[in-house]
């Protein structure tokens, strides 16, 4: 049973209640992965409760209307299986694998604790302390205080991509039961619900369970949810966090981008291939890492979104190499903006990218987040099909155009976190 | 609960073979996505590596991605990209491992790279030099994380002879003193046919990979099979402590006793110990699924539950020689580490008392079988764990894992329990953050 010839054939039935169920039988493995997802990510956090999605996604499943904390957990360990909660800017996230007999239990699980979640008051003081801690831990790493900081240049003033999804401590220190209560109340709702099951189920029959577990389901819509269109820079800036007990600094240097319905989408997949992922890194790491070790690590992401996503630049160095990187990062994005990729980079980053498909669409798991994507951004039940067309239809001059579109050094944002002086180094700004 | 036992990727037919250079060969035909796995193996990892020459495994390791004599350095990239496919590599304590996954019509190239990587590696002293500073970068990167500096001080605290106690990385001196010569001669002395296990999984056919191979590393020549250490860790006396003081904003604890190896009778029954304690994790270390099912684990409940510890995790791998069993927990904001070791250790002394309880044990085998099911589930994962085993042991010891888990006994439990979790065997480490001046955000 091979993938690649004639494609996923997931089947789609939408709901009465609105919700989506995406079923894909495959045979390769006795296991099913179950995706579930609600319009609930950190975007839709209140101001005053930052975190509360976050918070939310550690303590749904502490209890139910119809199962105790412990009987949760006793059904999960029983079974071998680990719940997963991940909360994205919209979407926040329950998913597991598990054995395929023990699916119609795991599916009939989750349901409950989507829908019907108690929030029990010492599960919330508990999970309380986890989350403050991680939060604490967080502002240790260089790596992460330099990707959130940057986020929050590129998003400013309460732009919803440019908060920190786990909160920050006084507004996690303030969530009440009352406040999870109320976020359930709004945002949780089929409207907008996708289930999505990949495995050794068959797919009428996971369809069916799925009807039984979320059909009589009823809530009201969540209100619509607006992103503010995100200005590009008008100017290069630059943040240094000083974390002096650390051995090696992070840089995080980048530009917002495009939506992923941009008709630019997959040209800038192309250009990020080519600049910073290809081997490994693309371009920067051939410069920064390759010919000149000085990073163990160099390289781009790209993630467009329902808002513009960023275009993000990542370097570990030692703290005497940081300026020395930037002019490096410099070099690159002058030398992509002015040239634009050539032919032969296209063509590869082109065969890499389908390529790889099969590769990705391999496991159970590759596939549900491949369907849940693609659900999400209205892609089409037929993607894996059309995005090698989509790919091969790029031009070289539409590479170019879209990256002159979002590069621009004269406009980056730049943050240096780690153990870097930065009254005596001024950002080493392009000539 | 059914406990029906549903059939494994991982118990398909293998077919070995040895050359006549004494390379091992091993193929799975899996004709389920259009791809194929390769890996590499070579029975050479940090424990193999002399004073003066820590890291020595894992820096070849990086050499062997930068070019060979036919295969220059800029076109090394693209060869398997071309095919959509990844490639990557690791070194750890018994071994490094090269990879390459891709679309299955890469199978020619991905041979050719990897008898390319055994044979005719350039190691040219500029490569050798630029790489210096690309290791050190990992060396402090891995620095700025202190659960790290914690395990590294732990592990090295808990071993006084065995070369187990280094870090696979290396220590900072050697890297900055190590020769191109040093690096270039381990890779000779390892590097050699019968030092190494290929492993194919994916959709191939067996007889094809046979002649391919064949192919392209028939007239590789064997080399004298390099020495093996012989020192034995002595046994622990009493306990080992460590305690870090560094900047940093969390505190940690890890406890970490000398455990059994792969091949011995208490592997599989400390195995299914850290189920009940941590929750399973499986065997392999390679796969996503390493997140174990914990929430009634007697560890998480006592420390996680009772607001002690943000995290907890425990870590068993099979592995060559005796190496350790480790419990890894993260303190809450405000508890003091005391009061977390003594938590900790009230639980693992009862279970070292009282065993396990026929319930538990039940769990555990699930969760354990479940476990073994995920994560087997690419083709890459299960060449992964053909080549792991047969590295550290044997082969048979990976297909009889399914049957070992079946057949441990409350009392092989208890006895491990008993003879492993003692005072004695144990190191206890502790991060304990100091206060970070943090200088203000400049813009």
């Known amino acids: 049973m091979s993938t690649l010839v004639q494609g996923l054939a997931p089947i789609r039935v939408p709901l009465d209640n609105g919700a989506v169920v995406l079923a894909q039988q495959t045979a390769t493995h006795p296991a099913v992965t179950i995706l579930v997802a609600v319009r609930a990510g950190s975007a839709h956090d209140p101001a005053p409760t930052l975190g509360v999605s976050h918070f939310l996604s550690k303590v749904i499943d502490r209890g139910t209307e119809h199962r105790s904390g412990d009987a949760i957990a006793e059904a999960l360990d029983g079974r071998g299986v680990t719940l997963n909660s991940s909360v994205g800017r919209h979407l926040l996230t329950l998913g597991c694998t598990c054995l395929a007999e023990d699916f119609d239990d795991m599916l009939a699980l989750v349901a409950d604790v989507v829908r019907q979640p108690t929030f029990p008051e010492p599960e919330i003081e508990t999970r309380r302390g986890e989350i403050i801690t991680a939060i604490r831990q967080d502002e240790d790493s260089p790596a992460t205080m330099a990707v959130e900081a940057l986020m929050g240049l590129l998003y400013p003033d309460g732009h919803p991509y440019g908060r920190r999804t786990k909160g920050v401590p006084g507004t996690v220190e303030s969530i009440t039961r009352a406040d999870l209560v109320a976020f359930h109340r709004a945002q949780f709702s089929p409207a907008g619900l996708m289930i999505v099951m990949v495995g050794d189920v068959p797919a009428g029959r996971a369809i069916a369970a799925a009807e039984r577990a979320f059909g009589d389901w009823r809530a009201p819509s969540p209100a619509p949810l607006t992103i503010p269109p995100a200005a590009r820079a008008a100017h290069r800036q630059r943040l240094v966090i000083p974390m002096m007990n650390k051995a090696q600094a992070d840089v995080a240097y980048g530009f917002t981008a495009v939506t992923r319905g941009d008709p630019d989408y997959h040209a800038l997949t192309l250009m990020n291939n080519v600049l910073g992922q290809y081997g490994l890194g693309g371009r920067l790491g051939d410069s920064i890492r390759e010919r000149q070790g000085m990073a163990y690590y160099a390289f781009s992401s790209f993630d467009g979104n329902v808002g513009e996503g960023p275009l993000v630049i990542r370097a570990g160095v030692a703290p005497e190499n940081v300026d020395r990187t930037i002019v490096s990062i410099d070099e690159e994005v002058r030398t992509i903006l002015s040239g634009g990729v050539t032919p032969a980079e296209l063509t590869d980053a082109k065969r890499y990218l389908i390529g790889s498909m099969p590769r990705n669409l391999e496991t159970n798991s590759g596939i549900a987040s491949f369907l849940h994507t693609a659900e999400f951004f209205g892609l089409g039940l037929d993607y894996d099909l059309r995005l090698p067309l989509l790919l091969e239809a790029v031009t070289l001059d539409e590479v170019h155009a879209a990256t002159r579109r979002i590069l621009d050094p004269d406009r980056a944002s730049i943050v240096i976190a780690g153990p870097y002086d930065a009254a005596s180094r001024p950002d080493p700004a392009p000539a | ?443």
């Open chain 2, 1 to 443: 609960m059914a406990t029906q036992v549903p059939a494994l990727p991982s118990l398909l037919p293998v077919r070995q073979v040895q050359l006549d250079n004494g390379l091992t060969v091993l193929i799975q035909e899996m004709h389920t996505a259009p791809l194929a796995s390769l890996w590499c193996w070579y029975k050479v990892g940090s424990k193999d590596e002399r004073p003066g020459l820590t890291g020595v495994s894992h820096w070849v390791e990086h050499m062997n991605f930068k070019g060979t004599i036919n295969i220059p350095r800029d076109q090394m990239k693209g060869i398997i990209e071309q095919f959509g496919g990844s490639w990557n590599g690791y070194t750890w304590i018994d071994q490094t491992t090269y990879l390459e996954t891709a679309t299955r019509d890469a199978l020619d190239r991905m041979l050719f790279i990897e008898a390319e990587r055994m044979a005719s590696g350039l190691f040219t002293p500029d490569d050798c030099e630029s790489e210096r500073t690309v290791i050190l970068a990992e060396l402090h990167g891995g620095d700025n994380d202190p659960e790290q500096l914690l395990d590294t001080e732990v592990t090295a605290a808990a071993f006084k002879a065995h070369p187990y106690r280094h870090p696979t990385i290396g220590w900072q001196s050697d890297l900055e003193t190590m020769t191109r010569d040093d690096l270039y001669g381990h890779y000779r002395q390892f590097y050699v046919p019968n030092n190494a296990t290929l492993v194919v999984v994916g959709d191939v056919d067996t007889e094809d990979v046979l002649r391919r191979v064949g192919a392209h590393f028939g007239k590789i020549p064997a080399g004298n099979v390099p020495p093996r250490i012989r020192t034995v860790e002595p046994p622990q006396l009493g306990e080992h402590r460590v305690a870090i003081e560094k900047e940093g904003t969390a505190a940690y604890l890890k406890l970490a006793y000398h455990a059994p190896e792969a091949v011995h009778a208490d592997f599989f029954p400390m195995l299914a110990l850290d189920a009940v304690l941590t929750g399973a994790k499986g065997v392999n270390l390679w796969s996503s699924f390493r997140n174990p099912p914990q929430r009634s684990a007697r560890l998480y409940r006592a420390l996680v539950d009772r607001r002690l510890a943000s995290a907890v995790f425990g870590a068993l791998l099979p592995t060559e020689h005796p190496f350790l069993y480790t419990v890894a927990v993260t303190a809450n904001d405000g508890v003091p580490l005391e009061a977390v070791e003594e938590a900790a250790v009230d639980v693992l002394d009862d279970v070292r008392a009282n065993g396990i309880t026929p319930g538990e044990l039940e769990r555990a085998k699930h969760q354990l079988r479940a476990r073994l099911v995920f994560e087997s589930d690419s083709g890459t994962n299960v060449a992964h764990q053909l080549g792991y085993f047969q590295t550290i042991g044997d082969l048979d010891l990976y297909h009889r894992s399914w049957d070992s888990i079946a057949a441990v006994t409350l009392d092989a439990v208890a006895r491990a329990a008993s003879s492993r979790l003692e005072a004695s065997n144990r190191t206890v480490g502790w991060f304990k953050p100091s206060p970070t001046p943090r200088a203000p955000e400049v813009l």
